[in-house]
């Protein structure tokens, strides 16, 4: 069963910074490999919201509220956002959103179970 996982969520001052990790697992322990992967995120009473985007290629893109404050990268089976200059309105549970390769299952589409960030103002 292929699975993803994110971590690194916690309570953060504004202005700090906190580094998300989403990471690939196969139970039968085969390789994995993340290609594209989207980070999401959700606050209570609003809309998700795309937040960034590493495709296969390596090519990275932000929403406009996050551009120059985080960064998504990738070192497979896992992606990372570096999230900095953290603000009170950061404060939302983030999802990872992924196509995920093994050989066994070829690509799947998957999402993790969230992480929850809170930035304390």
């Known amino acids: 069963q292929v699975q993803l996982e994110e971590s690194g969520g916690g309570l953060v001052q504004a202005g700090g910074s906190l580094k998300l990790s989403c990471t690939a697992s196969?139970?039968?322990?085969?390789?994995?490999?993340?290609?594209?992967a989207t980070w999401y995120r959700q606050a209570p009473g609003k809309q998700r919201e795309l937040v960034a985007t590493?495709?296969?290629?390596?090519s990275t893109d932000y929403a406009d509220f996050v551009k120059r404050r985080f960064t998504v990268s990738r070192r497979n089976p896992t992606v990372y956002l570096q999230m900095d200059s953290l603000k009170a309105e950061d404060t939302a549970t983030y999802y990872c959103?992924?196509?995920?390769?093994?050989?066994?299952?070829?690509?799947?589409?998957?999402w993790g179970q969230g992480t929850q960030v809170t930035v304390s103002s």
């Open positions: 959103a992924a196509d995920v390769w093994t050989p066994v299952s070829g690509t799947v589409n998957l």
């Open positions: 196969v139970t039968s322990g085969s390789i994995t490999r993340i290609d594209r």
């Open positions: 590493i495709t296969q290629s390596g």
